[in-house]
């Protein structure tokens, strides 16, 4: 079966998005019809981002607390047994001037990420087995950006210093939920951390940097071990690194690691479309 998901993978820094968006747009040269979903996609198939979770209590508290926002809130809410789902960063892009604060602290303290582990691995595995069902019966190629492997590290090693044990089996699972979409794993790896992590605080906005900090050292993993700053942020980014790797050995479907080490765009492509070649076969010659 061809493969009709490929998982991009990586550190901070390492070029996951640039990666993503390479594989993408090599396929499209191979006409292969795939659709490309990077970090931050509100609209992801098989991840939330921007979305909290309520039970049914919570949500009617929500609404009776404002009920003038009820008509507001319908088309971004849905429901799925008694679990109420609001898609709050939607609605923020698009009416955030006119919701009150409060409100949204509310909405933010019940986002799918700040569930207890368990309770967000019920929720983002049975989003992928929806996204695995429609798949499978589609004719479409996936390409996802950094929520196999990322996601499930941040959320139980990083935030809430889970047991290895436990991180471990929720990717595992993820990974037996599409094997029937024969995946290929794409992992990026950078030969210096302290560099291509530096690389990325220079690069990227200065809220970017201060926020990434403080969730790698004032939560879970960090703050146990007492790190500060960026320095205490790249030792918690080499223990993940060594949990990822971890993982990577441990999870069952095609893989493959990709050094983007030297940030030369040009053969960075080259290894890339050797390896898509290898997976998919050579690209056919024009006639």
Known sequence: MQTKLILIEGLPGSGKSTTAQLVHEILTERNLKASLFLEGNLDHPADYDGVACLDEVEYDDLLSAY???????????????????VEYRKLINEHGSSI???????????????????????????????????????????????????????????????????????????????????????YVDQNDLDYSFGK????????????????????????KQGYIG??????????????????????????TKVNNSSYDLDAYREVLVKILSEHFGPEKESV
């Open 67 to 85: 009920e003038e926002f009820r008509d507001l809130l319908s088309p971004y809410t849905w429901n799925q047994g008694n679990s109420y789902f």
């Open 100 to 186: 009150p604060n409060e409100m949204l602290d509310t909405l933010v303290k019940h986002d799918v990420y700040e569930l207890p582990l368990d309770r967000n691995r019920e929720l983002i595995t049975a989003k992928w087995k929806q996204f695995a069902e429609s798949a499978l019966n589609g004719a479409d190629l996936y390409i996802f950006d950094c929520c196999f492997i990322q996601n499930p590290v941040t959320m139980g090693m990083i935030k809430l210093d889970a047991a290895k044990e436990d991180v471990t089996s929720y990717v595992i699972e993820l990974a037996a939920i599409v094997e029937t979409l024969n995946p290929l794993l794409i």
């Open 200 to 223: 990325a605080v220079e690069e990227r906005p200065r809220e970017w940097s201060d926020g990434f900090i403080d969730y790698y050292t004032k939560q879970g993993f960090g703050k």
């Open 230 to 255: 960026l320095e205490g942020t790249l030792k918690v980014l080499k223990a993940r690194r060594g949990l990822e790797e971890w993982i990577f050995n441990g999870v069952n479907m095609a893989k």
